[in-house]
Structures are given as structure tokens and as C-alpha cells.
């Protein structure tokens, strides 16, 4: 899915998921189902298309949780993500994201400990706005349905655990101060930034994949890595310790289960 800012950052938004007839046809497409019909994404899967659909004012990139290029197809995420959302910065303050970044940073580390339970590796990566995102490699065995609600239960036992720290409330009303673990981006359809992405932001922050010890240095924020230096991130190759093959969550959710008691 495309954002696009067609005249500038100063003139409206809007977000593009259908591919326009005109687009080359050298540009990979992906029709995927859609209620009443299909839709067709770009594919951005080489430099042309990148170059092409920055030249379109697009500015971020929002990808799917599925690949095209496996056997079970769309409809069979090979990716989990856990969306951190902090609340809001306090009122008075100057809503620095480093004000908002120390619950996101305390909430990774309970998140990572419980997956590390589950027999799940996590890698974290911030998301150029106020959060940061816990990607989960799965092997693509499991639909949509099944991985959003095996997260949502992950979800809903840490909040269980940490009911002053963390929350599953999707109204921000009913959030308080709480962090919100919000897995809504696991359905079917739904759509993360994409790593190294821009955001249309103050700065040009871009969205970064981490290592865990630059999760746990104090200057990190969610807006630390900018145009100028996301390619030296990008350098330091973050998710290298990340095992090559996703996870079954078969053993997870049994994992889970006893946790429950």
C-alpha cells in the first residue's frame, strides 16, 4: 500500500493500494481478494519499481504480512508483528518521541521475554513514528485467522500480567497511561511500514530494524535513524542472529497454553 503526497508534504494525503493501468508493466502486480472483489498491489520487489514509486510521491511503503512467492500464497502470513503503541506524551511536555520511548522500550523487553518462552524469536524495528514493531518469522503454515488470534492471546496474557504497564483496550479512552499492544495488523489485509521506510515527518525519520542492545540504549527512540544515516544502520545488518526459518505455532500455542495453566 503506497502514501502518497502528490503535491508535497504540505498538501494532502492519500493512500493507494489498487495499481493504476498506467503504471509500466515492467512492475510486478499481486491481485489478492478483497470483499466483492479483488484488488491489485504493486509488488516492489527490485530498484526500477523503488526509484518509479518514489518518482509517483510515494513516500512510505506499507507491506502485507504475506509473500507472493510461496506455495500456501497471500493468504498464509510468514510474518507477526506486534505494534507497541505508547501513549501519548504528557500533557505540558513537548512531545519529544524520547519522552514516549522508555514504556515502548520496557515493553519490548516483557514482550521478548514471553516469546523467548514460547520458542519464538522476536526482532525489533522501530517504526519512524512513536512505536516500535516486533516482527515474529512464521514458515507460512497458518492463515490469517490463526496467527491473529494466537497474537491476540499473546497479547491478552501479557496485559494479564502487566495490567498497569500494558493494555489490549482498542479505544484510546480506555488505554490510561498504559502501553498499547495492538496485533489488529495480523489480519487479514492489514498492512506494517515497511523497513527503512521515510515517514512523513519532521526530519525524514525512517522506520529501522534493530539489534536488542540498541533496544536497550537509552538515547533510541522511535525517530533516532533519519534519511542521513538509516543506510549506515541498514550497514550494521541488526537482524543477523535472526534464525533463517520462521516458526510453526503449533509448539507456541501449547507453550502458551501451559503458561495459562
Known amino acids: 500500500m503506497l502514501e502518497r503526497y502528490p503535491d508535497g508534504l504540505d498538501g494532502p494525503r492519500f493512500m493507494q493500494k489498487n495499481t493504476p493501468d498506467h503504471y509500466p508493466d515492467w512492475i510486478t502486480r499481486a491481485e489478492v481478494a478483497k470483499e466483492g472483489g479483488t484488488v491489485t498491489h504493486v509488488v516492489c520487489d527490485d530498484t526500477a519499481t523503488l526509484v518509479y514509486l518514489a518518482d509517483q510521491a510515494c513516500l512510505t511503503l506499507h507491506r502485507w504480512l504475506s509473500r507472493t512467492d510461496r506455495a500456501a500464497g497471500p493468504d498464509h502470513p510468514d510474518r507477526l508483528v506486534f505494534d507497541l503503541d505508547p501513549a501519548p506524551a504528557p500533557e505540558g511536555s513537548d512531545g519529544a518521541p524520547e519522552e514516549t520511548f522508555a514504556p515502548v522500550r520496557e515493553a519490548a523487553g516483557i514482550l521478548r521475554e514471553l516469546l523467548d518462552e514460547l520458542g519464538l524469536p522476536a526482532a525489533p524495528m522501530t517504526t519512524g513514528s512513536r512505536g516500535l514493531h516486533l516482527v515474529v518469522p512464521l514458515d507460512g503454515r497458518h492463515g490469517f485467522d490463526e496467527v491473529h488470534r494466537f497474537a491476540r492471546d499473546v497479547a491478552e496474557f501479557a496485559e494479564a500480567e502487566h495490567p498497569d ?11 490510561g ?3 498499547y499492544l495492538d496485533v489488529q495488523r495480523n489480519a487479514y489485509a492489514q498492512t506494517v511500514v515497511a523497513p527503512y521506510t521515510v515517514r512523513a ?3 525524514a525519520p525512517v522506520a529501522v530494524p ?13 525517530r533516532r535513524w ?10 550494521t545488518d541488526p537482524w543477523a542472529a535472526l534464525p533463517g526459518r520462521g516458526r510453526a505455532l ?3 500455542q501449547r507453550r502458551l497454553a501451559g503458561l495459562k495453566g
Open 226 to 235: 533519519t534519511i542521513a544515516d538509516a543506510a549506515d544502520q541498514a550497514r
Open 210 to 222: 534493530l539489534s536488542w542492545e540498541q533496544v536497550a540504549d537509552p538515547g533510541v527512540h522511535a
Open 250 to 252: 503449533g509448539p507456541a
Open 177 to 179: 497511561d498504559r502501553l
Open 201 to 203: 515527518l519532521p526530519g
Open 165 to 175: 504497564r500494558l493494555t489490549t483496550a482498542a479505544r484510546r479512552r480506555d488505554r
